[in-house]
């Protein structure tokens, strides 16, 4: 469980997470809630995750809803080296500002970079870059048609190909699954807020992980 004693990150913080997972083991890694990048004043905030997963090891990395607050600014890099046998689980759900508050109207940096390699080699690259008028850019119908949550999956196993149908016949239409290889299988999905993409999420994460989801997820 990874805890952030202060409470959610504005300029100036930097936060480093290293972690491995040994040859043979299994490791989920979670948070206790949701992040927060709060408005910042001044800079941005950073931060960095770097993970290994050894021979026929699992990683299931599994962070909560990252919050963007207006005025917030981010750039945040997770970078992951799996070895030929190695298997993983990793979603990143992120959410655009906080309707309950009425933050319907956001300005913000984010920059967001994920870089998954399997044996020294890419298997997986994505970046994302917002600045300035978030809304705005989210309201187009090629990027978030009016959606204000959003989450990246990847499943990497022997067995991600035998998911893709029972998946796609759980998302919404919001959502997307495909193989990028037999055994590397991708997931996009967008929802109206926070709540719909948990909803959409869990029984997503519950088969994927073999029902062994952190509790916290739940609370």
């Given at each position: 469980m990874l805890i952030n004693t202060s409470g959610g990150l504005t300029g100036g913080d930097s936060f480093d997470i290293?972690?491995?997972?040994?040859?043979?083991t299994v490791l989920t890694l979670t948070t206790q809630a949701?992040?927060?990048?709060y408005?910042?004043?001044?800079?941005?905030?950073?931060?960095?995750?770097?993970?290994?997963?050894?021979?026929?090891?699992?990683?299931?990395?599994?962070p909560q809803e990252m919050i963007l607050f207006?005025?917030?600014a981010l750039r945040r890099n997770l970078s992951v080296d799996l070895s030929a046998s190695s298997r993983l689980?990793?979603?990143?759900?992120?959410?655009?500002?906080?309707?309950a508050m009425g933050e319907s109207q956001l300005s913000l940096e984010f920059h967001d970079r994920i870089e998954i390699r399997r044996g020294g080699q890419p298997l997986y690259?994505?970046?994302?870059?917002?600045?300035?008028?978030?809304?705005?850019?989210l309201d187009r119908?090629?990027?978030?048609?009016?959606?204000?949550?959003?989450?990246?999956?990847?499943?990497v196993s022997s067995d991600a190909e035998s998911h893709i149908d029972p998946l796609r016949a759980m998302l919404p239409s919001t959502g997307g699954a495909t193989l990028l290889q037999p055994d590397v299988l991708?997931?996009?999905?967008?929802?109206?807020d926070s709540f719909f993409l948990r909803r959409d999420l869990l029984p997503i994460l519950d088969r994927l992980s073999q029902n062994t989801l952190p509790a916290s997820w739940r609370l």
């Open positions: 290293e972690a491995t997972a040994g040859d043979g949701a992040e927060r990048a408005r910042s004043a001044d800079g941005h905030a950073q931060m960095t995750s770097s993970l290994r997963v050894g021979d026929n090891a699992t990683l299931m990395w599994l207006d005025g917030s689980l990793m979603v990143e759900p992120v959410v655009f500002g906080r309707l690259l994505d970046g994302v870059r917002i600045e300035g008028n978030a809304t705005a850019r119908r090629a990027l978030g048609a009016g959606m204000t949550a959003m989450a990246s999956l990847l499943y991708a997931i996009r999905l967008l929802a109206e």
